[in-house]
């Protein structure tokens, strides 16, 4: 299974991005789809979760900004990122939890990390 993340980018204080993580490869089914940051200097840190059944739970510092979403046709999940701020600054990752359907175990994948900067 390969993960491709793609989205980030440069943005004025108070604009938006979308992040998407795009799964393929082998026969599976997306189960939790996990979003995570890591700031310059600071420990990687939860700001998403979607579940199978898209019941979705946001970090506070991003709740009523940050809309999750996941489109289990495609095998692609989001993150919309509204009214974004300075220190939302990081580095985006994308955790998908997968049931691989030929070797029926669960496995978890990583997005190669893409790159938010939110100037002031």
């Known amino acids: 299974v390969q993960l491709q993340a793609y989205g980030g980018g440069l943005v004025q204080a108070g604009g938006s991005l979308t992040l998407s993580c795009a799964a393929s490869?082998?026969?599976?089914?997306?189960?939790?789809v996990q979003w995570y940051r890591q700031a310059p200097g600071k420990q990687r840190e939860l700001v998403a979760t979607i579940r199978i059944g898209a019941s979705t739970t946001y970090a506070d510092s991003v709740k009523g900004r940050f809309t999750a979403s996941r489109d289990n046709a495609k095998n692609t999940v989001g993150l919309q990122m509204i009214s974004l701020k300075p220190e939302d600054t990081a580095v985006y990752y994308c955790?998908?939890?997968?049931?691989?359907?030929?070797?029926?175990?669960?496995?978890?994948?990583w997005g190669q990390g893409t790159l938010v900067t939110v100037s002031s």
């Open positions: 955790n998908l939890r997968l049931w691989d359907l030929l070797s029926r175990s669960w496995n978890d994948y």
């Open positions: 490869g082998a026969d599976f089914r997306i189960n939790n």
